[in-house]
């Protein structure tokens, strides 16, 4: 049995450690493991194209893109190489192109968004339009992430941010777009 002194200060350290650890708990983030990432049609038809495993930290998860490239055709545009899916548009995968920290919040989904930026163009259309970028505004739904595109020129990434640690398209650099004039509008991780 522990003198009194003792007890009351082992009572008050439990009772401090509780709420913090209780506070970490509230922030984990939701989404853990390993998990499909699909992109969606018009009409809601589905195409896996890889996935995405994340792993929780206390204030949110690091994550790992996986692309299943044996879902895109090759394509030489405007002298690069390029992956990108068929159909009514083509829709061209542009993995970002410098160091980010792969961390994705509650509050923002901001890298992973970066990760998952396509440009989309005409099959009959001659070169790459880095002007018609694809960006995902990605939120949490229930158990999953769902994302909308929107309109993005990426030859904002021409050059390297002065920033690596701040995602570089911001919120004023992106355009809501009508779903129904792009091929594959909707993004899910489930």
Known sequence: ???????????????????????????????????????????????????????????????????????FQDYFLSMKEMKCLEGPELWCHLPYPYENPRVVTEESTDWLSHDLLFMFKKPDEFGANFWNGIYYKIWIENDELVGLAQAVDLNLLASPPGDLSTPPIGIYDREDIDPNQRWLPKLIIR
């Open 1 to 71: 049995m522990y003198p009194k002194s003792s007890r009351i200060a082992h009572l008050l350290t439990i009772g401090c450690l509780l709420p913090s650890q209780l506070y970490a708990e509230e922030q984990r983030w939701p989404l853990d493991g390993h998990r499909a990432l699909i992109l969606a049609d018009r009409s809601g038809t589905e195409l896996e194209i890889g996935s995405v495993t994340f792993t929780t930290q206390p204030t949110g998860a690091n994550y790992s893109l996986e692309i299943d490239h044996h879902k």
